[in-house]
């Protein structure tokens, strides 16, 4: 049996990965389509076999409620209308997937959570990288100190865009520039590696005063994180450097260098391991997958086994949070104190 998805918002990421991925998904199919273009809405329906009763606009969506097969509603909208999505699709009894990042800020991330856990619904982050091969890998590997301990980690993310007039640099819809779109992939994967939680931010941001696209929202933004154990992580992330997607961790006797870290696909492992006074290098080898299949199956498991996915919600509050203390601390010039939080299931 395979779980039911409505697909919220036809834009890219929604033609040209979500709905792919889902036709060779073992536990998820697509059943319905939600849209505020009608020609667009009938032409994807078509093409994917998606009946015309189960075709809904931002105005008709809380119909949904209604329709018994769909049991998950994934939101692949501009991030400012991931909260009001999330809740009502709550509301209307469904789980939910919504997509990175969560929303713009800690408020409605709680807003979200509360939702869910009032309709008892189950709410999952669309965090592909926890998904993803080579990342858990590495995670792995860090995890069990197979070359000692971690050290030190450097994460990079970085893409250029060309369109001023793109919801990505209209700041009431994006919530922010680089970081919270791209940079968050170094600062989610960063702590899904380690297992646990900074402690402390500190951070750097900068636009350029001439370029139109970042009127708005930040083009560059770096920033160091320190973690329980003394690890220190150095981020970065950037709105106009030609991508640039990698990261290492540096351990007691050794490394791990993973290329394309965040990429659709195409991850590069490059080990590095002290044997006495020689460093011997290693490529490691996995069979791919596609993340976005990974990811749903993995939710549609959740659901038909009723468990707790462990991207969930606190995972992207916990994010946010961290983004919150970054733009702070670029504000203030200083380091900000965090939380301390115990992850409450480091390995998993
Ligand atoms: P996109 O611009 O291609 O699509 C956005 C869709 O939302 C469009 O179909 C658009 O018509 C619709 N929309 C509704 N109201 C809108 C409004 N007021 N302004 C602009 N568009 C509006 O964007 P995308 O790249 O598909 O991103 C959608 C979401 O998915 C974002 O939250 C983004 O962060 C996330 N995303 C995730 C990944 C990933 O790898 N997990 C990759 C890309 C995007």
Redesign the pocket.
Known sequence: ERVGYALV??????LEEILPALSTCRKSKSVALV???PEKLQKVARQYGIKSENCFSYETYDQLKDNAEVQVIYI????S??AEFTIRGARAGKHILC???MANSVAECQAMIDACQQSNRKLMI?Y?IQYEPYNRYVREQVQKQEFGKPKFVDAYNCQSSANPR??RHIKA?AGGGALP?IGLYCLNTTRFILGEEPVEVSAYVHSDPDNPLFREVEEVCTWQMKFPSGVIAQCATHYNVHEARQYRVMTERGGYELAQAYAYSGQKLTTSRADGAIVRQEQVSITPKNQFAMEMDVFSACILEDKVPYSGGEEGLQDQRIMEAIYQSARERRPIPLPIIEKKDAFR
């Not at 918002?9 to 929604?14: A, D, E, Q, S, V």
């Open positions: 918002g036809l834009g890219h990421l929604t849209s505020g273009n692949v909208l501009p991030n209308m991931h997509e990175k990042p669309a592909r793109h919801w819809l779109d």
